[in-house]
């Protein structure tokens, strides 16, 4: 759709033009997008340019991390979009899948110019990035990784291998860009063709609650098959039995995106948030009826100290920690990691207390 520009004499349409017609390359579409990330319709912490890949001697356009850990493949094409930069995308995620946060500090550090600094703390920016995105909670580094390809007019071959990659849950987002030009001045308008955008109005008319919140039809499988690793997907279904078991409950609630819930009357009591590296377990408890170094004691767990770095968290086995909500609650947060029973006396126990502890 083209842009309109309105002058006192009505509607006057920018006209439109090409990267190439302008004599830009694609690293000209690097540094529009270096400078403001948000190009690319969401926040993302940019650790790399032109990256080299050790042993294979690739190199990847951007490589950059989200708020939720993941790493961020960013492939920019001048003109078409076409075959074979989907195949290329796929193989620097795959090199970049076996990095560790060591290999992402040194590849940051090295970006941002601070290679002979003593004082770099990576865990600081990155930790600073995911509050000002509204993450309240660290995420695992490189959990996952992501696709985005960026161009200027994608072909009807990548859009389907996009398509198809997304539904056998792997993270691609296509985005074609349009260039306007007036006088010297340029606009630049991306729209995310991969994956299509999901209609604003679909909601209205619906009654407002937690149902709502249905937005699909099989939260189970999303959960277990795309949320999770073969690991949790295991603990989550042993967890599931210990509360249905033991506990009379409304659950599990599959329908949430990022959690599991499982209510007492009209609130949650357990919520298990889904990731492929741990299961994060909030349990909601009447305020001063646990204390942290019990709870680390009794589950032989680690206690989570919020002021550690990134690293010194992600470090961490399973873990507990107390948070106040308010004057009458407490949450109890576990985040529990592969060696964890689920099962055992220990932990069915700490949950009976728990059970007796809900703010009823």
Known sequence: MPIWKITPKGPVKVSETRLKQEKLLEEHLEDWIISDPALLGEPLFVIGRQVMIPDVKDRLDILALDPEGNAVIIELKRGQVKDPVDIQALRYASYISKWRF???ETQARSYLGQSGNSEF???????????SAGVDEVPDLNSDQRLIIVGAEVKDKLGSVALWLREHNVDIKVIEVEIYKEGETLFLQPHIIVPLPVSRFTEVGRPRGESSGLWITDGRTWHL???????TKEMLLALDDVIRDNFIVDGPRWNQKFYVAYRIGNYNWIIVHTHSSALVVDLLAKAGAFN???IAKRLGVEEFDKEDSVAEKLGLPSSVIVLNRNEATDRVRLRIKEGFDVQSQAFLDFLRDAYKAFPK
């Open 225 to 231: 098959e795309k949320r999770c690793s073969s690991k």
């Open 292 to 294: 942290q170094t019990d």
């Open 121 to 131: 703390n990576f865990n600081e920016l990155f930790e600073q990035f995911c509050i």
């Open 102 to 104: 060591e290999d992402f």
